[in-house]
């Protein structure tokens, strides 16, 4: 897992205006080469569900984050040794902020998936961009417009049909799943701020060095060397799978095309992970949702849709024309 964005249609002749007038230095890239690879990490993002649910069957849920955050900090500190001594030491304490935030929707969606099946945690999770617009919108100070409301609304209920298992009851690993969406809506607003001026590969690392140092003191009452001493070769397989795809390559591509793409534009392309992952849950693990969770998940999606389709978000948070 992941992330998302904020914000509506931009001139691809230049570089986007965020919604905190932070304007990107960089030369615009084509919206579709970027639009192509946040569908390809949202696919990787997708796989962390069943495979994470397959590691958790042995690690204990800190233990498996420290162990993927250490090998992608590993990966992506040694890969990009000069951009993060070109950083700006303030830079960093307001990445490894951002980062923290980052790990507690971890934290939440990890526990979670202990409890849940790997497709419904998933499209849970998949929440996260519904939540963007409003808080964005409590950000600025104004309301959802309309399109928003609906989406939240196509989303609950179908939030509703996915989880409840009765009356009122609700499934203790969905609700943490939910906590840890709500976590990774922050952390995608965060990013939209301070996307443009920290580099890249310097902003990815000061957040994963932040995952894996909370992670590791979470997971000392797991003792965590033994756990992984005992782990079979396939787990720590798919363990590194993980941190060279969906955590160091993802979070650089995300981090990368929130310079230059709508981050509704990009919220769109990452609908494509629930799937994604319903997909990989059947083929591993041979889950299959049910007829009114099935109904559910298509709410959800199209609660994202809704709430990520142009005119959704407030005028300010789009550039305006001529600037």
Do not use: N
């Amino acid at each position: 897992m992941r992330a998302a964005l904020l914000s509506s249609s931009i001139d691809t002749a230049r570089p986007p205006l965020y919604p905190w007038g932070i304007m990107a230095q960089a030369r615009p890239v084509p919206r579709l080469a970027a639009d192509l690879a946040l569908l390809v990490v949202a696919g990787f993002w997708g796989l962390t569900f069943p495979f994470g649910k397959l590691v958790l069957g042995v690690l204990p849920p800190f233990t498996y984050l420290a162990a993927r955050f250490t090998l992608g900090a590993v990966l992506l500190v040694v890969g990009h040794t000069t951009a993060a001594r070109e950083s700006h030491p303030r830079r960093w304490g307001a990445a490894g902020a951002v980062g923290a935030v980052f790990f507690l929707g971890y934290a939440f969606q990890t526990v979670g998936l202990r409890l849940t099946t790997a497709s419904k945690a998933a499209f849970i999770t998949g929440l996260s961009v519904v939540l963007v617009p409003v808080i964005a919108a409590l950000w600025l100070r104004r309301a959802p417009p309309p399109a928003v409301w609906g989406g939240i609304a196509a989303a609950t209920a179908g939030l509703g049909l996915l989880s409840l298992d009765g009356p009122a009851a609700v499934q203790a690993g969905d609700l943490l799943v939910l906590a840890g969406a709500v976590c990774f809506a922050l952390h995608i607003v965060l990013v939209g701020r301070l996307a443009a001026t920290i580099a890249p590969p310097a902003f990815a690392a000061a957040q994963i060095v932040a995952v894996m140092a909370l992670s590791t003191l979470a997971a000392l009452p797991e003792r965590p060397l033994a756990a992984l001493g005992a782990a079979p070769a396939d787990v720590w397989a798919m363990v590194a799978f993980m941190a060279a795809t969906a955590t160091v390559g993802a979070l650089l591509v995300q981090t990368w095309a929130q310079r230059f793409t709508p981050p509704a534009h990009v919220g769109l392309m990452f609908t494509f992970e629930p799937v994604a992952a319903a997909i990989a849950a059947y083929l591993l693990l041979g889950e299959v949702l049910a007829v009114r969770q099935t109904l559910g998940a298509l709410l959800i999606l199209g609660g994202i849709v809704l709430a990520e389709a142009p005119g959704s978000l407030p005028a300010t948070t789009r550039p305006v024309p001529g600037d």
